[in-house]
């Protein structure tokens, strides 16, 4: 059974930076992608990025770029989002959420587990 | 990247069906059989229910279907039920190697 665990609620000042964790449990870890998708305040979903654990590559969406991090830990099975200069419209649930295809295939490009959500809040 | 358009909510009376559209662009819906499906219940994370155009997961009510005629996708509800009142995106797997989501759809049961 996959799982994926996340990392508990943040309240962050605008300016700083988050990490948040998620630990994947039951699957095949390094190769499929796993990516991260925010959910603000009664909005719409938003896909951020996504890492290839092995051998760690990331795809960052042009709205994130510059501000976005994705790494991946082999050794734990662990994915983490980073996000600097935050601001309030950041203020967000974040997901990450499992490719279901492998890594190198044509195919299986959805999202197959997610994780429970991580809320970040953005205030001074 | 835009978003996909979503209408933003429709509604029936149970045993109804209902069908909500999906529309993006070559790049993305009309580029590929990669268009999928969630639903979200207040509070909870997404839930995969169509993948591939049409296909469903183990698991997912027979009642749930799904197509595509060129540049935009869509999503199919028979038999309506008070359970499946929520919110429903879609998402494509674009030509830049990323994904998109719609806008999302509140769906209401009358």
């Known amino acids: 059974q996959v799982q994926l665990v996340q990392s508990g609620a943040e309240v962050k000042k605008p300016g700083s930076s988050v990490k948040v964790s998620c630990k994947a449990s039951?699957?095949?870890?390094?190769?499929?992608?796993i990516s991260w998708v925010r959910q603000a305040p009664g909005q719409g979903l938003q896909w951020m990025g996504r890492?290839?654990?092995?051998?760690?590559?990331?795809n960052y969406a042009q709205s994130f770029q510059g501000r976005l991090t994705i790494t991946a830990d082999k050794s734990t099975s662990t994915v983490y989002m980073e996000l600097s200069s935050l601001r309030s419209e950041d203020t967000a649930v974040y997901y990450c959420a499992r490719v279901h295809g492998l890594t190198g295939s044509t195919d299986g490009k959805y999202f197959d587990y997610w994780g429970q959500g991580t809320l970040v809040t953005v205030s001074s | 990247q835009s978003a996909l358009t979503q209408p933003a909510s429709v509604s029936g009376s149970p045993g109804q069906s209902i069908t909500i559209s999906c529309t993006g662009t070559s790049s993305d819906v009309g580029a590929y059989n990669y268009v999928s499906w969630y639903q979200q219940h207040p509070g909870t994370a997404p839930k995969l229910m169509i993948y591939?155009?049409?296909n469903r997961p183990s698991g997912v009510s027979i009642r749930f279907s799904g197509s595509k005629s060129g540049n935009t996708a869509s999503l199919t509800i028979s038999g309506l039920q008070a359970e499946d009142e929520a919110d429903y995106y879609c998402?494509?797997?674009?030509?830049?190697?990323?994904?998109?989501f719609g806008g999302g759809t509140k769906l209401t049961v009358l």
């Open positions: 998402n494509s797997y674009t030509s830049s190697s990323a994904w998109v």
């Open positions: 591939d155009v049409r």
């Open positions: 890492i290839i654990p092995v051998p760690g590559i990331p």
């Open positions: 039951g699957g095949t870890f390094s190769r499929r992608a």
